[in-house]
């Protein structure tokens, strides 16, 4: 019987498990599914417990497979749920579907001989060689397995830096966005900051407006700039051929603009020509020398992901609201001091040579989740970087690998045993974070795990 471990039990790894079991058939296996975490599928994205927080794509293309993007919206009909295709659905919802499909492919792996097992623990070492892997668990028990998927999802962000870090061991500094301790011990009408614009400032501000905080709250990133808003919008036909050999990414840049000049004149909004182009971005991004990379990463990717990121009206309508209010205040700058005042955090920033001074009761930072594998926080991480036996790729946005998975070892050879999902391959794909690619990925990945 094969044996393959999974270490998250997040949306990349459930789907994982869910493909695994699916796709087996007659074929027995078994799939351990390793998760400290109480809420199985759910992981950060999906975890959420709140009704503001929103899905930032339409219910009817968030199925859990690639060949069958409207499984979700089927599902929700099936639940007596009432949302439209292009219904923004609260991400709480979407996690139990996942929960959901995880408990059937278990019934199913019980029916067809084979094994899903989840395990409330967490993975601290593995060890592999020629027979196999041995994962090590922090309650001491280990797991046998052939194969080894680390399915890791999002790790908290790393914190602003400033010239002195103390500010992070206050009471009232929240590093991860996502702990209840934001919600709880925040007093109603303390002030605050958040550090970052992007969708998880987003959330937080929604469950501020909905909980009625009466304090006024402050958002901080280098450009001040918002995600965009989801728009309904016609398609626009395909250009890759155009892009094809393309290897600056200025050039790519130009093709893209002329593209949606002429989507405005034929009344086309821009976002359809960014949609078009999520069948080839990863070819493109692969495409690139390592030195174009890095370009994009350090002046256009904020562009990127505030076009290609987008919130729900919803979310937009409520966040235009409370700044025409002055409850929420969006501004621009670089942090360069954090200080403790009386029990307050006095904060400066720059702003285009400009110096500015702010002082508010708690800052939470939503700079988005870390992405240099050398710097998270996790034993199993640090372990296996430390055994050189994983390592992070060229640009530090994630673990080095094949782009179908295979983790790269420190003599540059693509792992037998190891293998990795989503988050991890941001740096070797880009776009590697959202559902259409974990679902595409967690299915390629469980057919080549049963093949081998």
Partial sequence: ??????????????????????????????????????????????????????????????????????????????????????????????????????????????????????????????????????????????????????????????????????????????????????????????????????????????????????????????????????????????????????????????????HISEAAALGIDWRAVIDSLRPVTQTIWQRLPIAEKRYFKQHLSRHWNIARHRMPPEAAAVIDRLRADGKLTILSGRLKRIDRSNGRFAVSFSDRGRYEALTVDAIINCIGSETDFSKVASRLVRRLIAADTIRCDELRMGLDATPDGRLIGPDGRPSERLSTLGTSLKGILWESTAMPEIRSQANALALRLLAE
């Fill in 1 to 258: 019987m094969k044996r393959v471990t999974i270490i998250g039990g997040g949306a990349s790894g459930t789907l994982t498990a869910v493909n695994l079991i699916k796709h087996a058939g007659t074929e027995k296996i078994r799939v351990d599914l390793v998760e400290d975490r109480a809420r199985l599928g759910r992981g950060v994205a999906y975890g959420t417990t709140l009704s503001e927080h929103l899905l930032n794509v339409p219910a009817g293309r968030m199925g859990a497979f690639p060949d069958d993007p409207s499984h979700f919206h089927r599902w929700l009909a099936g639940r007596g749920y009432s949302h439209s295709a292009e219904a923004f659905v609260p991400r709480k919802i979407f996690g139990e579907y996942l929960s959901t499909l995880l408990d059937e492919a278990a019934a199913l792996a019980h029916a067809s001989g084979s094994t899903l097992d989840v395990y409330d623990d967490e993975a601290t070492d593995i060890h592999t060689d020629e027979s196999g892997c041995v994962v090590r668990m922090a309650s001491g028990s280990k797991l046998l397995s052939d194969k080894v998927v680390l399915a890791f999802g999002n790790f908290p962000p790393p914190d602003p830096f400033v010239a002195d870090m103390a500010y992070t061991s206050a009471d009232k500094y929240f590093r991860d966005p996502w702990n209840s301790r934001v919600y709880r011990e925040i007093a109603d009408g303390d002030d605050i900051l958040i550090v970052g614009t992007g969708l998880s400032m987003i959330d937080v501000v929604l469950r501020y407006e909905r909980i009625g905080h009466s304090g006024r709250i402050f958002a901080i990133s280098t450009r001040g700039l918002l995600p965009a808003v989801h728009k309904a919008c016609p398609g626009y036909p395909s250009f890759a051929d155009e892009l094809e050999g393309l290897t600056r990414i200025t050039d790519v840049v130009r093709v893209v603009r002329r």
